[in-house]
């Protein structure tokens, strides 16, 4: 068969940016239909100009006909997904569309019936879709390929017996990157294109999951791959990295991983073996990864570092034991503590959120996080609010108690929104929780003018920063600032290692304005414009982030 994919954008707009994380999923499909015999092309809408129908039309023109479709995304693509089915109907009405992956594991019937694939997976695919396209290819009955909904005579979605999840993942391929031209990827990307990449000024970053799910269920967590915790042989993971480090000159290497390992010992074989990998390329490769805090310890930190850890991703989400323990995080205050003070003690980088609204929420537990952050807030832990996305404990608890009241209108229009969702917390009582969280965001992170901003010959910025942590001047090159007189962008030192702010003068005179507004607003006034400030702050930072230029086929 000939089947297309079709990578959704990653930001809105109709303008080629590559601020996006690299489709790894997608990978794995196109490697596997590939070494069945199938011949795969890719479509990758971030890397092209234009309206999305009309880059679908002109791509079948060319390169078509197809026998198949696949795009696929997590929850939030909803609408990206929607566009990519809508032009390919119109384009090629008779080829048969495949959707897949979070958004269609989440809530399969529900996507099934509003997106109107001709096929759905759900859970993990390689297994599924390679079984799919040979059944299709001999016009097969599909309902003896276990993990996939298709419609009935009667227009009801039919779903076959779930799939079991893939035993062996040594048994996979690597992930195919070419047909989505993975080289120009990395040419193009920036240190601004994401919160990781800014150890380097001219990053090249290579995504790997070293295991698949997670063996833990955070009630705010879904696990479009299945619940149970696998993990490839650290032989197989070294082997893909070892060819592909060389391939494309990466400099960091970005484990995707739920939880890259609940095992200590694991890690510090892979840590030994990375160390190895290292001193055989010649240059400087960095990692880093998702771990537990009560996973970890002072000498494990220390075996990560020596081996090239620059960041680690943990999940803090709150510093109240009863928001935790509501949260079935299965840690504790004084492990995150433990943790933050460890991890930076080695100079390693912190990426860790705390998350309000959970149900177990009260005023005296916000409190406790924030007065925590508030003592530690040089760690650089970002604020937000807790979502219910499909799929999760919480996701089902929003619906049976009313506050998602049409699931799909919530999925396609509202899954950024933050709901109310705790048990005792007025709506004004909420909103003032979440004037708190917003006052919080803008006066305390560290935030400091440039010393120099200075245009580069490619467009793009470099600055010199004085680091508010260790003072240190350290000259990042290559970023990309939009709007060159009003701008905040998120940096770690690369001394140091903490997170601070670099915005302009006319940036940090707003922040202070909108402060002054916040400090006089009385609750019960902010309850009724929180959802106007918010939308208002929102378009303000797309503002700062949107390319100026006209943009073809607008």
Known sequence: MRILIVVPRGVPGDHASYQYLFPLGLGYIAATLKAAGHEVRALNLNHREGRVDDLVRLHFQEQGPFQMVCAGGLSTAFGRVKSIVEAVRSAAPSVR??????????????????????????????????????????????????????????????????????????????????????????????????????IFDEPRVYPIVTSRSCPFNCTFCFHPLGKKYRQRSLSGVMDELRAQVLRYRLNIVAIYDELFSSDRARVEVFCEQFARLRAEVGWDVR???????????DRLLATMKEAGCYMVSYGFESYSPAVLKSLKKYITPEQIRRALEITQ???????????????AETAATARETLDFWKQHVHAGI?????????????????????????????????????????????????????????????????????????????????????????????????????????????????????????????????????????????????????????????????????????????
């Open 97 to 198: 569309i495949v959707l897949g992956g979070g958004l269609v594991s989440s809530e399969p019937e529900l996507i099934f019936q509003a997106l109107k694939p001709d096929y759905i997976v759900v859970g993990e695919g390689e297994d599924t879709i390679r079984e799919l396209a040979a059944v299709l290819a001999r016009d097969g009955d599909p309902a003896s390929v276990h993990g996939i909904g298709y419609r009935s005579p009667t227009g009801a979605c039919l779903l076959t017996p779930p799939r079991d999840p893939i035993a062996d993942l040594d048994a996979l391929p690597w992930p195919d990157f070419e047909a989505f031209e993975f080289g120009t990827y990395l040419d193009h990307l920036k240190p601004s294109d994401q919160y990781f990449y800014d």
């Open 287 to 297: 990692w880093g990864c998702q771990m537990r805090v009560d996973r970890l310890d």
């Open 345 to 359: 003690r080695h100079g390693i980088s912190i990426q860790a959120n705390f998350i309000f609204g959970d149900r």
């Open 382 to 554: 970002q604020l937000g609010f807790i979502n219910p996305y499909p799929g999760t404990e919480l996701y089902e608890h929003c619906v049976a108690k009313g506050t998602i009241r049409d699931r799909l209108d919530f999925i396609e229009n509202h899954i950024t929104d933050t709901l109310n969702m705790t048990d005792t917390l007025s709506p004004r009582q909420f909103a003032a929780l979440q004037r708190d969280v917003f006052a919080c965001q803008l006066r305390y992170p560290s935030q400091v003018i440039p010393a120099a901003v200075q245009p580069e010959a490619s467009g793009a910025y470099a600055l010199s920063i004085v680091c508010p942590h260790c003072r240190a001047e350290v000259c990042y090159r290559h970023y990309e600032i939009v709007r060159p007189r009003f701008f905040s962008i998120m940096f770690y030192c690369r001394r140091c290692h903490r997170r601070f702010f670099a915005v302009s003068r006319r940036y940090l005179w707003m922040n202070r304005v909108i402060r002054l507004a916040l400090a006089v607003v009385p609750a019960f006034v902010f309850a009724g414009l929180l959802k106007a400030l918010h939308a208002l702050w929102r378009r303000l930072l797309g503002w700062m982030t949107r390319p100026s230029r006209p943009q073809r086929g607008a």
